[in-house]
Each structure stands twice: as C-alpha cells, then as structure tokens.
Nanobody, 124 residues
Framework: VQLQASGGGLVQAGGSLRLSCTASGRTFSNYIMGWFRQAPGKEREFVAVISWNGGSEDYADSVKGRFTISRDNAKNTVYLQMNSLKLEDTAVYYC??????WGRGRSPSEYDYWGQGTLVTVSS
C-alpha cells in the first residue's frame, strides 16, 4: 500500500493542524494505522494508533488529550487532529500501516508501510 501524508506546516504554539494520510493500492480497512514523528537528532517516536474500523485508539502520553486520530475507510484516509500545539511537537510526522494483529502499535517495527512524512513546525 502507498501512503501519502499531507497537512503539515508552520503554526504558532497553542494552534491547531490536521494531518491527513491517504492510502492507495490495497484495502485500507485491512490495516491498523499509526502516526509517528521524528524530531531532529531524535529517534522516531509513536504518536497515535487506530484500529481497522476506528473502534480502538491509543496515544502517547505526550499528546493524550491534545491529539485525536481518526479514519474514514470510505476515503482511504487517516487523520491526526492536533490541538494546543507545543514547541516540542515540532517534527516530521509519518503515517504507517500495519497488516498484523491489534497489539500495542507503538513500535515502528510493527508497521509494514510508511508515508513520506510531513513537517510540522511550531513557533513561539
């Protein structure tokens, strides 16, 4: 499956952005979808994950209560709504697809396909 992430940009602290990731090539609803991010000089870290039909979600503690993951299987798209953005949210954000079973979904190694990343920059 091919993944195309979009929606990144420059936003002031406290602002909001919505990222989108559109899939093509295979049946989108067969995949658990996750969002990860990577800041300069740091390892890629888990942000959020959503199950095949959207019935289950999980979030990193650092974004819980501020970010919301959702999906629209009819549009082959997963979203990440980011509110109350902080300087430390600055990173390249990646979407990823997992064809396996529902587990923790927090390790990049669990995912089979990756999008190209979209840059989110939060300014003061």
């Amino acid at each position: 499956v091919q993944l195309q992430a979009s929606g990144g940009g420059l936003v002031q602290a406290g602002g909001s952005l919505r990222l989108s990731c559109t899939a093509s090539g295979r049946t989108f609803s067969n995949y658990i979808m996750g969002w990860f991010r990577q800041a300069p000089g740091k390892e890629r870290e888990f942000v959020a994950v959503i199950s095949w039909n959207g019935g289950s979600e999980d979030y990193a503690d650092s974004v819980k209560g501020r970010f919301t993951i959702s999906r629209d299987n009819a549009k082959n798209t997963v979203y990440l709504q980011m509110n109350s953005l902080k300087l430390e949210d600055t990173a390249v954000y990646y979407c990823a697809a997992d064809s396996g079973s529902w587990g923790r979904g927090r390790s990049p190694s669990e995912y089979d396909y990756w999008g190209q990343g979209t840059l989110v920059t939060v300014s003061s």
